[in-house]
């Protein structure tokens, strides 16, 4: 069974036996970048076109976003579509709601177009934090005190950095400016509530994602205000600025599938990430790989499962849907003006691709770290096999989630 996110600290200590790359190459990360590549500019995403770009705004997409300021009293009858569950659902939304509301006067959206920016000032000498090795094992225990499930550093990648920031204001590009001495980045995941998820497609599991941002702001702010002390520069960052899924694999947190997600060995893919960009000198971790890549060759869950025909069963290339994906990599990508519309379509966000992913299971119980080990040697087909058979990632009522009759 799946748990909550209280065993979340408790998954977080299962990794067991991951092959690691020597070193943290393109080649290691399984990253083709051609000779035509293009940094992305946030202005081409799917949410900012669905500010300024007619082609995916529309009445339904306003009527979308309308629906995290007020519940759907009387609109939708539909279980997991209730008054109560969009009550949770944007509960769970507030703390991050608050940060990215704080400064909208001038122009800026906190954690989603902007960095986090309420930290104060800090040390003005540095602490020696020894070796690269020890401060990165001293960080590293400071963001799982703060309540990171996940922790990695990369090393500063430009080509992931957006070439502009989305303004609401102008509704076009804004300067996204990283300072070149922040050559580190720390890369932090949050493990989603399982059983929320398990309830998509529903408002009810919209609640899994908003209190992934509303913890990842906490945890990033305050590992931000840490290193600040310290005496270190730190600009904490969750959808805003770069691009978190090549950052995530760079720092060895998981392995990139089909569905156009990382899933890391401690929670599948029902994770989120955010990052810090520091001076601080960090070691850096290594690329992981324990099967994914191989499953992917044989599962089609994601594709089969996506309701607006979104991540296609296909291998890898350089072909893209629309303006919102990346120019020049080789890689699976999904169609995010499907994606989107599919999420206008039922008022909230989706996370079915996240429940039926084979590796999202709770890694606490020893059936399922045995589970990855299979699926990550010869007997994957094996692993896939028993997957179906016990009927995992199956959608759960949203109804059965709350105590009690409502
Ligand atoms: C915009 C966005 C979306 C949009 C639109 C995407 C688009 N193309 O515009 C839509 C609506 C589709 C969306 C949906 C979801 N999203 Co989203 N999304 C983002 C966001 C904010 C920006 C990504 C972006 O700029 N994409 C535009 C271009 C670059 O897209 P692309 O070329 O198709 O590239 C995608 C992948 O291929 C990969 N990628 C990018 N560069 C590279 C380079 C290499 C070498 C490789 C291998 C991969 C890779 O990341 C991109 C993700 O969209 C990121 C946060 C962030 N800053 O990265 C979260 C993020 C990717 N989303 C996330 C999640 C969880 C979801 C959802 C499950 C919804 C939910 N419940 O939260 C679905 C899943 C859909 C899916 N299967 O991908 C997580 C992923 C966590 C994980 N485990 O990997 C992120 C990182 C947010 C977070 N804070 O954790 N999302
Ligand atoms: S979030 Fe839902 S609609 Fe979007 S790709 Fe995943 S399954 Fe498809
Ligand atoms: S559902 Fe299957 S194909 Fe999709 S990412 Fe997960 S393992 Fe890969």
Known sequence: MHTGRGDAAKRAKTRTRIPVAADASDNSCGFCVNADFERFSQVDDVFARSRHDSTIRSERSDLFYSTYRKPLAD????KGYQQNDYAFRNATWHV?????????DIDRRDGFLDPLSMLRDGATERVDLGSPKDAATLIKHAAHAAGADLVGIAAYDERWTYTERFSVESLGPKPNKIPEALDRVIVI????DATLIE???????????????SQ??????TLAQYLKNLGYEAIPSMNDTALAIPYAIQAGLGEYGKHGLVITPEFGTSVRFGKIFTNAP???DRPISFGVREMCGICSACSTGCPSKAIPNAEPSRDRHNRSNLKGVKKWSIDGEKCFSFWTKVSSDCSICVRVCPFTR???SRRNRIWLRLAGSRFRRFALWLHQREGKGARRQAETWWPGAL
């Open 75 to 78: 609109w939708r009858a539909a």
């Open 96 to 104: 991050a709601d608050i940060f990215a509301e704080m400064y909208e």
């Open 189 to 192: 995941g949050q493990a989603m």
């Open 199 to 213: 309830t998509a497609p529903s408002a009810l599991s919209g609640a899994a994602t908003g209190m992934g941002y």
């Open 216 to 221: 990842d702001a906490v945890v990033l702010l």
């Open 282 to 284: 960090l070691a850096t």
């Open 362 to 364: 709770d890694y606490t």
